[in-house]
């Protein structure tokens, strides 16, 4: 992003501003199991924070949070979370993707919830890293980018 | 021509509002999606799901069980699209500077 002046204010209020954003995101996404949110929704609070400093600080600055060259890796990490989830259940004897055999916990039911709490991270991942990466993407070439 | 093409998108409109009046009304309790069972006299999924999603799931946000849980395959889907969505990104956006690099 073009930047024509330095702004103190502008810079000082998205500094601030962009922690709380990641907070709520981690807490829509850790929270999904008892409050509406979950891994898309997350994701995407946890991608406009990161967004949010391109913009405002110039996307060199911005790299010092989140570098550009993590932002396919990541996704591809959250995707074989979710596969490697459904791997693993397959792996321990069950059906693909039935998180009752993961050895979460000792009861069944409570896998069950900490099989989709390890799909949500791995979703929330994913979203995060694909969004900031195709902002990344079509900033590629710009000058001053 | 244009006037046509407002005819016909006003009589869609008409249309699409007309069938919207045939909609059940939200918790209603007799329509036919709302039923313990479907009028073949089988068990609704979503009975299912509101009697049993909090044991089976240990997990209070039903949405989020039938989501995560009963319709895994389906997110897991959706989040490959996603990242087939960002390398096409990748692959369509970045080819061009590394072209320019090696001339």
């Known amino acids: 992003m073009r930047r024509n002046e330095n702004n103190p204010i502008i810079d000082l209020i998205s500094s601030l501003v962009a922690p709380f954003i990641m907070l709520f995101g981690l807490y829509v996404i850790f929270h999904g199991h008892y409050s509406p949110g979950g891994g898309f929704q997350g994701g995407t609070l946890l991608a406009a924070s990161v967004i949010l400093l391109r913009l405002s600080l110039g996307s060199e600055l911005g790299q010092s949070q989140f570098p550009r060259r993590l932002g396919t890796p990541l996704a591809s990490l959250g995707v074989l979370i979710y596969y ?21 916990s000792a009861l069944a039911p409570l896998r069950r919830s900490w099989g989709i709490l390890s799909v949500e991270i791995g979703v929330g991942l994913a979203v995060m890293a694909v969004l900031v990466a195709i902002y990344d993407d079509l900033l590629e070439g710009e000058p001053d980018a | 021509m ?43 999924a979503p009975t299912h799901y509101i009697r049993r999603a909090k044991e089976e799931a240990h997990t209070d946000n039903m949405v989020t069980a039938i989501l995560a ?25 970045r080819r061009e500077r590394s072209g320019h690099e090696k001339e």
């Open chain 2, 2 to 44: 244009k006037a046509a093409n407002v005819l016909v998108l006003v009589a869609f409109c008409g249309l699409l509002i007309y069938a919207a009046t045939g909609f059940p009304n939200r918790g209603d309790a007799l329509s036919v999606t709302n039923r313990e069972s479907s009028p073949a006299g089988t068990p609704n």
């Open chain 2, 69 to 93: 849980d009963y319709r895994g395959y389906d997110t897991l889907g959706e989040e490959t699209v996603i990242l087939t969505a960002g390398l096409i990104c990748y692959l369509l956006l």
């Open chain 1, 84 to 104: 490697g989830t459904g791997l693993a259940a397959l792996i321990l004897g069950g059906a693909f993707l039935n998180y009752g055999f993961i050895p979460f």
